[in-house]
């Protein structure tokens, strides 16, 4: 049997805020767009730089997430598949596009998002305490880390 893939992994920029649609049966949709960058330099020794840009899309509960925790901007990770979709438009011309269908996206700042730098919290609090006792410490980093019934495994965007 032959073997095929079909996946997709980018990190990028959003160009423009995400935009959340329901279909008729109250399934989430997600759609944005992100931008990836390449630079190089030529045989001449000339910087050259190009931009792609990309539409992704989400469905369900990842839908709903990206439309939450991103905005224009943001630096994510996405991860999915390639999928070409097409259409008579409403002058006649048949037209096509191709999607970025993801099913994973990590978030790559923190801009202005307390959730997004929670994961990667625990090195800041140690970092933050001030010199003292142990016990100290331990209060000091049990004060602002949130504890496991402050944070709902729904609000975790992964």
């Known amino acids: 049997m032959a073997r095929s893939l079909n996946k997709v992994q980018l990190i990028g920029n959003l160009t423009r805020d995400p935009e959340l649609k329901y279909t008729p049966t109250g399934t989430a949709v997600c759609t944005f767009s992100l931008a990836t960058n390449r630079s190089w330099t030529t045989d001449s020794g000339e910087k050259r730089e190009e931009s792609d840009f990309h539409r992704i899309v989400a469905w369900r509960k990842l839908a709903e997430i990206c439309s939450q925790f ?89």
Do not use: C
């Open 70 to 158: 991103l905005t224009k901007g943001r630096k994510v990770y996405v991860e999915g598949r390639l999928t070409t979709r097409s259409w008579t438009a409403q002058d006649g011309q048949q037209k096509s596009i191709t999607e970025i269908v993801i099913d994973d996206m990590i978030l790559l700042d923190n801009k202005g998002n307390a959730l997004a730098g929670a994961h990667s919290g625990s090195d800041d609090h140690a970092a933050s305490v001030e010199d003292g006792s142990k016990e100290e410490k331990e209060k000091k980093s049990k004060k602002q880390a949130p504890s496991e019934e402050e944070v709902a495994p729904d609000d975790i965007p992964f």
